[in-house]
C-alpha cells in the first residue's frame, strides 16, 4: 500500500538483516499458533497416548471419539449431554442480543449525529462510559432487577443484559459512521417531506452496509465469548457454551481426559473462529472500530 | 431552496409541512428515549446502588443498614483483597507494557514490506476472536507441569528444565500475563499497524531525501504520530487488566489458594458465593475509581480534542 522505504539499495548488511527480520516473524507466528496447534493435536490422541507422549508429537491414529463425547456425553457440572445443548443456548442468545443491539444502535447513531438535541451530546458522552465500566458495579442490582421482571436464569434474561450494555458500543460505532453523511442531506429530504423513518429507511439504510457487518461482528464475538454474565445470570439449562466449557475443564470426575477437554474448547472456539476466516477484513476493522479515532 | 423541494412541496407548505416537522421534531427524542432511561437507570442508577450497597452491612441479602466505612476497611485488612489488588498491579503492569512493546515491535517489523504480510498479520491477531475461557483452557494444558512445557522439555532430554508457575503461589501471576499477552498483543499489533499506515508517505519520503536513516525516521517522525494510537491501546488495555475475570477463572481458578485471583474474581466469589454483598459491593467500587481513573483523562482530551475539528 505505501511506498516508504522506495529506492533505497541493499546492500550485505541489509540482506542479513532481512534474513532475521523473517526469523523473528517466524518464531512469533509458531508463539501464535502454538496453542491452538496443541489444543488440536491433543483432542485427537486417546488418554493413553497423551500420557505417554509429549505436546506437539504428533497423535499415531486419529481418535475422534473425543469430538463426539465433547459434543454429546461429556459430563459439565451436573449434566452428562456434552456441550452442545450449550452451544444452542449461545446461539438462541447471541442471534436476538446481536439483532436488537445493532438495530438500536443504528438508529441511536442517526438520532445523535444527523438530529442532535439539545443535551444528545452530553447524553452520548454519558453513555460512552458505559463502554468502560467495570460490570461488577451492576452484577448484583441487575441480578435482583431480573429477578423482578421474572426473566432472572432465562435467556430473554441474558439477551437483555447484552442489548442494554451492548447498546453503548454499537451506538458509537454508528454514531462515528455517521458523522461523515452531509447533513445537508437530510434537510434537503425533510424540505421534500420525507420523516424521520423515512429518511432513516430510504437514504440512511442503503449505505450502512460496512458498519452494519462490523458491528454485528463486534457483538457476536463479545456476547459468543461472554463468561461473567453467563455466570452470574444464566440458570442451569440456559448456560451459554463458555459457562459450560469452563464446567466440563474444571470438574473432574476420576481420570481427566485432556482430549475430550480440548475437543470441547475447540468446538467452543469454532463461531468466533469461522468469523474471524470468513469476514478477517471486517473482523479487524471491528475491533479497531471501537479503540482508534476515526 | 432547489428545485425539488419547490416542486413537491406546493401542497405542503400549507398545511402538510408544519404537523410533519413538529412530529418529526418529536421522533428523535421519542425514538431515543428508551435507551436513555435505559443508560440512566442500568448504568448510572445500578452504580450508585452498587455505592449505597457498600456503606451498607449487607451480607446474603441486601439491607440498607448503614455503617459507613465500614466495608471498605474490612476490604483493606483483607488480606485476600491485597493479594488480589497487588496481581492486578504485577498482572496489569506487565500486560500492559509487553503487549505495547510487542505491538509496536511487530508493526513495524511488518510493516517492512513483508512478504506474506496478510497470512502473518492473521496468524498474530486470531487469537482475539477467541474468548478468555478457551484461552485459559489452553494454556491450563501448556503449562501444566505433568503433562505439558516441562514434560516436554524433559523428554527432549532437558532432564532438569523446571517450568512449575501454574503450581507455584510465587509465580502463578506469571502464568495469566503469558496468556493475556498471546490473547491481545495481536490486537495491539494490528492497532499500530493501521496507525503506521496512516502516517502522512510524503513526510518519510522527505525524510529520506535528507538522509535520515530508518531507524531515525521511526524514532523522530512515525512513532511520535502514532501518540493517538498508543493511548488508545492504553486505555483497552487497561481495561481489558481490571475486568480480567474469565482468564483466572479458565486458567487457574484463583489457585493455588488464592495466589492468583484478582480484584474481579474477589468481587464475583464474595458477593455471589460467600454472601458478603456489602464487602463485595465495596470491591466493585475500588475497582470502578481504577476504571475512571483512567478514562476520565482520556474522555476529556478526545472530547477536547474533537472540539478543536
Known amino acids: 500500500m505505501t511506498n516508504k522505504t522506495v529506492g533505497r539499495k541493499t546492500s550485505g548488511l541489509d540482506k542479513i538483516l532481512r534474513v532475521a527480520l523473517y ?3 517466524i518464531l512469533v507466528a509458531a508463539f501464535y499458533l502454538m496453542p491452538f496447534i496443541v489444543m488440536l493435536i491433543t483432542s485427537l490422541k486417546d488418554v493413553e497416548e497423551i500420557r505417554t507422549g509429549t505436546l506437539l508429537s504428533l497423535p499415531a491414529s486419529l481418535h475422534f471419539d473425543s ?17 452442545s445443548p450449550y452451544f444452542m443456548n449461545s446461539f438462541q442468545i447471541v442471534l436476538p442480543a446481536v439483532a436488537i443491539s445493532t438495530l438500536v444502535g443504528a438508529i441511536n447513531g442517526y438520532v445523535i449525529s444527523l438530529w442532535k438535541f439539545r443535551g444528545s451530546d452530553f447524553f452520548f458522552a454519558a453513555m460512552l462510559v458505559g463502554c468502560f465500566i467495570p460490570f461488577q458495579v451492576i452484577l448484583l442490582p441487575m441480578a435482583q432487577t431480573l429477578g423482578w421482571l421474572g426473566i432472572a436464569n432465562t435467556t430473554s434474561g441474558l439477551v437483555f443484559v447484552h442489548v442494554v450494555y451492548g447498546v453503548a458500543f454499537t451506538t ?13 442531506l437530510v434537510k434537503a429530504a425533510r424540505l421534500d417531506g420525507a420523516g424521520f423513518f423515512t429518511i432513516f429507511y430510504r437514504i440512511i439504510l442503503p449505505v450502512s452496509t460496512p458498519i452494519i457487518v462490523v458491528t454485528v461482528i463486534w457483538q457476536f464475538t463479545q456476547i459468543w465469548n461472554d463468561f461473567l454474565f453467563g455466570v452470574a445470570f444464566s440458570g442451569f439449562d440456559t448456560q451459554p457454551v463458555t459457562v459450560a466449557l469452563n464446567n466440563l475443564v474444571n470438574t473432574s470426575f476420576g481420570g481427566k481426559e485432556y482430549n475430550v477437554d480440548m475437543a470441547a474448547a475447540i468446538i467452543a472456539a469454532l463461531p468466533t473462529l469461522a468469523v474471524y476466516v470468513f469476514a478477517g477484513k471486517y473482523f479487524v476493522r471491528g475491533l479497531t472500530a471501537g ?4 | ?21 413538529s412530529l418529526a421534531d418529536w421522533m428523535p427524542k421519542i425514538v431515543m428515549a428508551p435507551t436513555v432511561l435505559v443508560t440512566l437507570v442500568c448504568i448510572y442508577g445500578y452504580m450508585i446502588w452498587t455505592a449505597v450497597l457498600s456503606f451498607t452491612g449487607s451480607r446474603m441479602l441486601p439491607s440498607y443498614k448503614f455503617v459507613g466505612f465500614d466495608q471498605y476497611e474490612r476490604l483493606f485488612n483483607n488480606d485476600r483483597w491485597m493479594v488480589a489488588l497487588s496481581n492486578l498491579g ?5 500486560f500492559i507494557v509487553i503487549c505495547l512493546f510487542l505491538g509496536v515491535t511487530l508493526a513495524i517489523f511488518l510493516d517492512q514490506k513483508i512478504r506474506a504480510e496478510g497470512a502473518i498479520r ?18 491450563k494444558w501448556l503449562l501444566n507441569p505433568t503433562n505439558g512445557l516441562e514434560k516436554m522439555m524433559i523428554d527432549f532430554g532437558f532432564e532438569n528444565f523446571k517450568f512449575d508457575w501454574l503450581i507455584n503461589p510465587d509465580m502463578v501471576v506469571y502464568c495469566l500475563v503469558i496468556a493475556a499477552v498471546w490473547q491481545a498483543s495481536g490486537f495491539v499489533m494490528a492497532l499500530f499497524l493501521a496507525g503506521l499506515r496512516g502516517v502522512d508517505g510524503d513526510l518519510i519520503k522527505a525524510a529520506h531525501l535528507d538522509g535520515a536513516s530508518t531507524f531515525t525516521t521511526y524514532r523522530r517522525i512515525i512513532l511520535p504520530s502514532l501518540k493517538p494510537v498508543f493511548f488508545s491501546a492504553l486505555v483497552v488495555l487497561s481495561h481489558i487488566a481490571i475486568k480480567s475475570f474469565d482468564l483466572v477463572a479458565a486458567l487457574t481458578n484463583g489457585g493455588p ?12 466469589t464474595y458477593t455471589f458465593t460467600r454472601s458478603q454483598i456489602g464487602l463485595g459491593s465495596a470491591s466493585a467500587m475500588v475497582m470502578l475509581g481504577c476504571v475512571l481513573a483512567i478514562l476520565v483523562p482520556y474522555l476529556y482530551s478526545e472530547l477536547r480534542g474533537k472540539r478543536h475539528d
Do not use: H
Open chain 2, 90 to 94: 504485577i498482572f496489569g503492569g506487565l
Open chain 1, 291 to 294: 479503540a482508534v479515532k476515526g
Open chain 2, 122 to 139: 492473521t496468524i498474530y491477531l486470531y487469537p482475539m476472536a477467541i474468548s478468555f475461557i478457551v484461552t485459559g483452557t489452553a494454556w
Open chain 1, 67 to 83: 469430538w463426539s463425547k465433547a459434543w454429546s456425553s461429556a459430563c459439565t457440572g451436573g449434566s452428562c449431554g456434552g456441550i
Open chain 2, 257 to 268: 489458594g488464592y495466589a492468583s485471583d484478582l480484584p474481579a474474581n474477589f468481587m464475583y
Open chain 1, 172 to 184: 458509537l460505532f454508528f454514531r462515528n459512521f455517521y458523522q461523515s453523511i452531509p447533513s445537508e
Open chain 2, 1 to 21: 431552496m432547489n428545485t425539488k423541494a419547490a416542486n413537491s412541496g406546493s401542497g405542503q407548505t400549507q398545511s402538510g409541512r408544519p404537523a410533519r416537522l
Open chain 1, 23 to 25: 526469523t523473528v516473524l
